[in-house]
């Protein structure tokens, strides 16, 4: 009974050797990959991640290519001419779509702030013809239905996602 008791601590006591083991074992294993993470987190690259991208892409798509059709060095020079078009062309359309949204950016914003601006004009014309009490309860009645309107419309936001909300926008997002 003893005996068997004394076994089971000294196996208990040695799995938890081995468990302190593979701990360090573990932690000497990361330790390297840790220090390697940080040293290449100080590097800068020169261009973003997705022109390298682009650019390996187009590498590797060349010598695909290449060696896949088996072409000649003249074919090959003439392939990379019409792969070096299209990324330009590409290049053109992104730069386009980029411009274009930062155009509707600044109009969006500059609409926004016609409208301000013709709410506070609106404002002081209220203010004119009501008392004051009026126009303090003018201002919570806006509130109120201002925050009506935005509820709405985040009830519309998602239920367009759920596929409800208005029959136009349900059908196009079917």
Do not use: C, W
């Not at 390298?52 to 990379?80: C, G, I, N, S, Y």
């Not at 930062?102 to 002081?124: I, L």
């Not at 203010?127 to 509820?151: C, D, H, M, P």
């Amino acid at each position: 009974m003893v005996r068997n008791y004394l076994r089971t601590i000294l196996f208990q006591f040695k799995l938890k050797i081995d468990i302190m083991k593979i701990r360090k074992f573990v932690i000497a294993l990361a330790l390297p990959f840790m220090f390697s993470s940080f040293l290449l987190a100080q590097e800068t690259p020169q261009k973003s991640s997705n022109q390298v991208d682009r650019a390996t892409r187009h590498a590797q798509m060349l010598a695909e290519l290449k060696q896949e059709l088996a072409l000649t060095p003249d074919q090959e020079a003439k392939v990379k001419k019409v792969l070096d078009e299209r990324a330009a062309e590409m290049k053109t359309q992104r730069d386009a779509r980029q411009q274009n949204m930062e155009a509707k950016r600044s109009e969006r914003s500059e609409k926004m702030n016609v409208a301000q601006e013709k709410q506070k004009e609106h404002n002081a014309k209220m203010k004119e013809i009501l008392t004051a009490e009026q126009y303090v309860k003018y201002l919570e009645i806006r509130q109120s239905r201002q925050g009506e309107r935005q509820g709405e419309r985040q009830g519309e936001r998602q239920g367009n996602r759920q596929g409800e909300g208005k029959p136009g926008r349900k059908m196009m997002n079917q």
